[in-house]
């Protein structure tokens, strides 16, 4: 039985690297991605996102480096095809719609085929995007969300192999944005597009990614599925962009870091070194005071640690609850589903799941 190959590269990019004005904006960026792949760039604004996109668009000249389109030299060793040449799509924040010209007309418009041809590609990608019927209305005459649609169309209807995307959804409003998400994301699966999306926010990668790229300062510092990439962070740096997080310090003896909460394993950190166990509000636990004592240790959630709540907040699905410890009055803040609104002033007792933490070299 002979094991299948991985899925042959559609976009390549290869030690991409660009300055302005001396300062790196992307240092040595690599990643590839596989036809019918959503890779979804995520990071802060100013870390190199959209440069990156600009570069593999063909609209920014890259300082050095190489891309490839299905194995098609289009940037480096001395090459550099434009945009039209790449089989590249665009979509970005703001539609660029052609207000003067109907919905078909803009669909169609960077097509090349007959004017059949070119009717059919039109219906099936209206058709395809849920706006069979709408061809003969103009942009003005569409909600946010249905010109984001047709910007989709358009996009895709010269077949590019490749589809980049600038923040394309933060322009709609948090009601319409999670269904033109799925939609999106089904119609470049069924197109078998490679997608590279360019986003800052963490929930759009981990809704609409098969894979993310954490990028900072002009570097991936981690890629991986957005399980892996959730859930074993590569520094505290990484664990806090996709949620809230908490930190406890200590110092490593031993392999072990001696805490209030009780001892944590730190192995691979020096004897002596200071550490930081960081770990989501949703993974405290919360127990109640019982004549100023709390439950009773277990392996896994080790020791528990009295607080004082400071306040609580009621958001919907959770409530936050904000901590000031009596062993040394940090804060904390755990999350609890549903409704938990204790007041402020009441003693509770938090523990740790030991196998939600992550353990990092304490920030200087």
């Not at 559609?10 to 690297?17: A, C, F, K, W």
């Not at 010109?147 to 490749?162: E, I």
């Not at 000031?324 to 009055?329: I, K, L, V």
Request: hydrophobic content about 40%; glycine content about 10%.
């Amino acid at each position: 039985m002979t094991q299948s190959s991985a899925p042959a590269a559609r976009l390549e990019v290869r030690h991409l690297t660009r300055a302005f004005g001396g300062k790196p904006v992307v240092a040595d960026l690599s990643l590839t991605i596989a036809a019918g792949q959503v890779t979804c760039l995520l990071g802060p604004s100013g870390c190199g996102k959209s440069t990156t996109l600009r570069m593999i668009a063909g609209v920014e000249r890259p300082d050095a480096g190489r891309i490839e389109i299905d194995g098609r030299l289009v940037s480096g060793e001395g090459s550099f095809l434009p945009p039209e040449a790449r089989s590249v799509g665009l979509m970005f924040q703001d539609f660029a719609l052609f207000p003067h010209l109907t919905v078909a007309q803009n669909v169609a418009f960077g097509l090349r085929d007959g004017r059949e041809a070119k009717a059919r590609r039109v219906d099936e990608l209206l058709e395809r995007v849920n706006l069979r019927g709408y061809g003969a209305k103009h942009p003005h005459e569409l909600s946010g969300g249905e010109q984001q649609r047709v910007a989709l169309a358009r996009a895709l209807a010269p077949r590019p192999r490749v589809m980049l995307m600038d923040e394309p959804f933060s322009g709609l409003d948090n009601r319409l944005r999670d269904g033109i998400r799925d939609t999106t994301l089904e119609v470049l699966k069924e197109e078998g597009t490679a997608v590279l999306l360019v986003t800052h926010e963490p929930d759009e990668a981990l809704r609409m990614g098969d894979e993310i790229a954490l990028m900072r300062d002009g570097r991936i510092v981690q890629r991986g599925s957005p399980y892996n990439v959730y859930n074993a962070p590569v520094d505290r740096a990484a664990a806090a962009f996709f949620s809230d997080v908490n930190v406890i310090r200590g110092q490593s003896r031993g392999a072990l870091t001696e805490t209030p909460f009780g001892a944590f394993l730190t192995p691979g950190h020096a004897d002596g070194a200071p550490v930081e166990i960081v770990i989501r509000p949703q993974h405290l636990k919360i127990d109640f005071d019982r004549g100023g004592r709390g439950p009773l240790p277990t392996p896994t959630d080790g020791t528990a640690a009295r607080g004082t709540v400071v306040r609580a907040r009621f958001l919907g699905r959770e409530s936050l609850v904000e901590f000031a410890m009596d062993f040394d009055g940090s804060r904390l803040t755990a999350s609890v589903p549903g409704v938990f609104m204790p007041k402020a002033g009441t003693p509770l007792w938090l523990m740790i799941r030991r196998d939600r933490c992550f353990v990092f070299p304490a920030q200087r």
